[in-house]
C-alpha cells in the first residue's frame, strides 16, 4: 500500500493563479480531510470528508474548495492564490468513518504563492 | 470553544534528562487526546492516544479531566526524540491540533 500520496510536492503560484493539490489514499478509509502548516500555528484543518460525496468546513475554509467524488481522492482546490496562502499543505485520512481520531498524513505540498 | 494549547514552543534539554511537553485543552464534552510527532524529514504520525494508556517509545501521557491536561512525559530522554510534536484533540468529527512543540534533545 502506497497509504496517503499528494502531489505536486512543491508549487510556486503567482498571485490570482488557480491550481489543485492532489491527495490520493488506498486504504479505503473513509474520512479524509486538508491542514495547512504554519510557523507557530501548528496544523489548522481546512476542509474534510466523512466519506464519499460528504464534505465539510474546518477552521480556514476561505479560499479553498473540496470534493470528494471517490472515496480514494480527496482534491483540495485554490480559486485564487494569495500570499497568505504560502504554506505547507497536508492531507490525511482515518480508518474510522465516525471521527479522525487516528489520521494517516502524506507527505506535504509545499506552496510558495508571490 | 474547543481549543488546545502548548505552551512552550521549543523545549531543550540533554539526553538522559527528563522531558515533559505541556498539553492544555478545553472541551464541553468527553475528550479524546492524542500525540502526534513529526521527525524531521519524515511524515506526521500519531504517537500515542489516551484511551490506550500506552507507552510508545518511552513516552507516555496521562489524561487529567481536572486539569484539563494531557502532557507528554519521557524520564529519559534520547537524541532520536528530536522532533516537532503536537497535542490533539477529537472533537466530534475534527481533530484540534496544538501549535506544536519542538523539543531537541542534546548530546
Known amino acids: 500500500n502506497a497509504g496517503v500520496t499528494q502531489t505536486p510536492k512543491f508549487q510556486v503560484l503567482k498571485t490570482g493563479q488557480s491550481m489543485t493539490l492532489q491527495c490520493a489514499q488506498d486504504?479505503?478509509?473513509?474520512?479524509m480531510s486538508w491542514y495547512r502548516q504554519d510557523p507557530g500555528m501548528g496544523l489548522r484543518l481546512i476542509h474534510y470528508s466523512v466519506g464519499a460525496g460528504i464534505t465539510d468546513q474546518g477552521e480556514v475554509p476561505n479560499g479553498y474548495n473540496v470534493s470528494r467524488s471517490t472515496t480514494e481522492d480527496f482534491p483540495l482546490r485554490l480559486l485564487s492564490a494569495a500570499p497568505s496562502q504560502t504554506s505547507v499543505y497536508f492531507c490525511?485520512?482515518?480508518?474510522?468513518?465516525?471521527?479522525?481520531?487516528?489520521?494517516?498524513f502524506g507527505p506535504g505540498t509545499r506552496l510558495t504563492v508571490t | 470553544a474547543q481549543r488546545v494549547t502548548q505552551p512552550e514552543k521549543l523545549l531543550s534539554v540533554f539526553k538522559g534528562a527528563p522531558v515533559e511537553l505541556k498539553c492544555n485543552y478545553s472541551?464541553?464534552?468527553?475528550?479524546?487526546l492524542f500525540w502526534y510527532v513529526q521527525y524531521s524529514r519524515q511524515r506526521l504520525q500519531l504517537l500515542l492516544r489516551h484511551i490506550s494508556r500506552e507507552s510508545i517509545k518511552g513516552f507516555t501521557a496521562d489524561l487529567n479531566k481536572g486539569e484539563t491536561s494531557f502532557h507528554l512525559k519521557k524520564p529519559f530522554a534520547q537524541e532520536e526524540d528530536s522532533a516537532m510534536y503536537y497535542c490533539?484533540?477529537?472533537?466530534?468529527?475534527?481533530?484540534?491540533f496544538g501549535t506544536g512543540t519542538r523539543l531537541q534533545v542534546f548530546p
Open positions: 486504504m479505503n478509509h473513509e474520512y
Open positions: 490525511a485520512s482515518s480508518p474510522n468513518e465516525q471521527g479522525p481520531n487516528e489520521q494517516y
Open positions: 472541551y464541553s464534552g468527553s475528550p479524546e
Open positions: 490533539a484533540l477529537s472533537a466530534a468529527d475534527k481533530l484540534i
